[in-house]
């Protein structure tokens, strides 16, 4: 990933947030996509050519799961630690850090596909 982050010219905020979505999309994978004790498969591929600077399109054999079609992911992110559901959180987490974040089930295999956002301008400090 971090190859092609430089490929795409992405800044060090860009690069952090590809690492973290790809690895909470994998870390599901291994935890939740396994068939006994059968690992699933993993591919992820990268565009640099589209309207983003880079769309990273990542692809499981793991059973059809479609954790972003799960409601309420944010709403129990307002709710109390102790009255929160487990789980979740790393999808939301998915969504805020990745952009145009989609979903679908193809030819046997889960497929999320999400671009990396602009980085946003960091506020300047008054000088004082």
Request: include cysteine.
């Amino acid at each position: 990933m971090d190859r092609a982050c430089q490929q795409a010219g992405c800044s060090p905020g860009q690069r952090t947030r590809v690492q973290l979505v790809v690895e909470e999309l994998f870390s599901n994978t291994v935890k939740y996509g396994r068939r006994e004790a059968v690992p699933a498969s993993v591919t992820i591929s990268v565009d640099l050519a589209g309207k983003h600077p880079m769309t990273v399109h990542y692809e499981d054999d793991a059973p059809q799961h479609d954790a972003f079609d799960q409601a309420g992911a944010e709403d129990s992110l307002k709710a109390s630690v102790t009255s929160r559901r487990v789980g979740g959180l790393g999808i939301v987490l998915v969504r805020e850090l990745g952009k145009d974040v989609s979903y679908s089930w193809s030819s046997g295999k889960n497929h999320v596909t999400f671009s990396v956002a602009a980085d946003t301008p960091r506020p300047r400090r008054p000088k004082t």
